[in-house]
């Protein structure tokens, strides 16, 4: 079974100033994604960015992009310039690339963004 | 185009008795999965719906069942409830069931189940 791990519980940031928020899995397939999701205090859920594991290319999203070390099984998220509306909890997940789509996520690290 | 919604929003019950939770997939989706977060944690996945037939399970009892309905639209049912049922129940939709593609899950904004 894939496992997520976020380490980091929570972290701080001053407005305009750069964060990364870090994350690891366990898996022993070769073919997966993996995603980070943003959720507010509104409690919804939302796709920041997605990242293929068969794609050597860090995914990139405005100001948002990752750093993908497959050997490492390392998937960290950095956020440049951060913004006020980035305060919320951050869950990395994992998804097989076979017909299910579960998702399995990590416990979270939770952004405050300091004005 | 319709995002996914879920209903009720807030619901309170009693260990012991039954819910049912609705969710209502994004227009062009057929795939439905249930998400069970409880306070601080990250979201379990319950199970996944394609074309009215389950196709995927987590680590949950049989009293944990669900339905899609031919309009995609799904429901969470939990039989005689338990005090650690109490949590955020995420629905997600998704467009096919192929093995290629990102195929993102959009989720609602969820239910949230209190048991006293």
């Known amino acids: 079974a894939q496992t997520v791990t976020q380490s980091q519980p929570e972290m701080s940031v001053q407005e305009a100033e750069t964060v990364t928020l870090s994350c690891t899995y366990d898996t022993s397939e070769s073919d997966y994604y993996l995603f980070w999701y943003k959720q507010p205090p509104s409690r919804q859920m939302i796709l920041v960015i997605r990242?293929?594991?068969?794609?050597?290319q860090n995914a990139t999203e405005n100001r948002f992009s990752v750093n993908f070390q497959k050997a490492a099984k390392s998937f960290s998220l950095k956020i440049s310039d951060s913004q006020l509306g980035d305060a919320a909890m951050y869950f990395c997940?994992?998804?097989?690339?076979?017909?299910?789509?579960?998702?399995?996520f990590g416990s979270g690290t939770q952004l405050t963004v300091l004005p | 185009e319709t995002g996914v919604t879920q209903s009720p929003t807030h619901l309170i019950k009693t260990r012991g008795q039954q819910v049912t939770l609705r969710c209502s997939s994004q227009?062009?989706?057929?795939?439905v999965s249930w998400y069970q977060q409880a306070l601080g944690q990250g979201p379990q996945f319950i199970f996944q719906y394609y074309r009215e037939e389950e196709n995927g399970r987590g680590n949950f009892p049989p009293r944990f069942s669900g339905l899609q309905f031919p309009n995609y639209s799904s429901e969470l049912n939990v039989n005689a409830l338990e005090l650690d049922d109490s949590a955020l129940y995420l629905c997600?939709?998704?467009?096919?069931?192929?093995?290629?593609?990102?195929?993102?899950?959009?989720f609602g904004p969820g239910t949230r189940l209190t048991v006293t």
């Open positions: 997600a939709s998704s467009s096919g069931l192929a093995t290629t593609g990102t195929y993102e899950q959009y």
């Open positions: 990242q293929e594991a068969y794609k050597q």
């Open positions: 227009s062009g989706h057929n795939t």
């Open positions: 997940a994992y998804r097989s690339s076979g017909s299910a789509r579960q998702l399995t």
